[in-house]
């Protein structure tokens, strides 16, 4: 991992800083920081292959699969939905 090598850490002594500090793990943070750019690219548009591409998922299943766990249904649902979508531009919405 980049930042704990930045850091001069080891992974492991670096994701138990950020466990203890956060709550969660630093899977939960990346994790995160993908859905909410998913979730820009969604309200521009994008084509959800297009947007699971650029938000770094292997493909459209493997984002449709993480974007249902995360916020109980599907990309295309959520974009559909005229209450979701302006939540998705909401810069504290974590889903």
Partial sequence: MIAARQLGVSERTLHRHVRKR???APSFWI???RARRALRALRVGLPLAEVAFD????DQAHFT???GARFGCS???FRRNPLLMPLAGRSGFAG
Avoid at 55 to 58: D, E, K, L
């Fill in 75 to 77: 990309p295309a649902k």
């Fill in 65 to 67: 699969r993480a974007f």
């Fill in 55 to 58: 938000a770094g998922y292997a």
């Fill in 31 to 33: 994790e995160l920081a």
């Fill in 22 to 24: 956060t709550g969660e």
